[in-house]
């Protein structure tokens, strides 16, 4: 890789954004690459939201993935994918969980649909999915990290991921993450 790998993810507290930074961190780490990231918590420990900068490459000297440079933007929730649409350019692949909270005065899902890109999107049911795979909806964002491995879309080794993955997931929910991400296979 010649060049910086930018990373945004958002989504709102309680969704496992925090465990999925940690688990990229951990694998570029693992990969041979200098790492940073930083996230930004909303005013709720849960339901507020999160909006996360990951960056990794030969050198890092900020976190910060400055406006329209994210090579790779995951939104766990449609209203916060709108949130990050700044840090899109031409080439950003973007992955959308097409789960919407509904908040007082928030927009309907026809009118965050309209407002997202048309290009290099990606809109998946991940909620859904695991909610019927594995009765869980907490392991929707291991389930975008490996559809975000398995479509080559981040220059990470889905070996190096799994590892991340057993030294980050508590014991007692390791089984059902692995499960959760290998499930696109």
Known sequence: ??????????????????????????????????????????????????????????KIYSPLVSDGSADLVIATELMEGLRTLKFLNSKTQFLVNKNLLPFIGGLSEEKIMQQLPKKNIQIVEASKICIEKF??????????????????????????????????????????????????D
Do not use: C, W
């Open 135 to 184: 009765g869980k909806e907490a392991v929707s964002t291991i389930y975008l990290l490996g559809l975000v491995i398995r479509n080559n879309l981040i220059p990470l080794k889905q070996e190096s991921v799994l590892k991340a993955i057993e030294k980050i997931v508590p014991d007692k929910y390791l089984d059902l993450n692995i499960k959760a991400f290998n499930s696109h």
């Open 1 to 58: 890789m010649n060049k910086n790998f930018n990373i945004i993810i958002s989504g709102v507290g309680g969704h496992g954004i925090i465990t999925l930074i940690k688990i990229i961190d951990e694998a570029a780490f693992i990969d041979g690459y200098d790492v940073k990231s930083s996230e930004l918590h909303g005013l709720a420990q849960r339901g507020g939201s999160v909006l996360a900068h990951i960056k990794f490459g030969k």
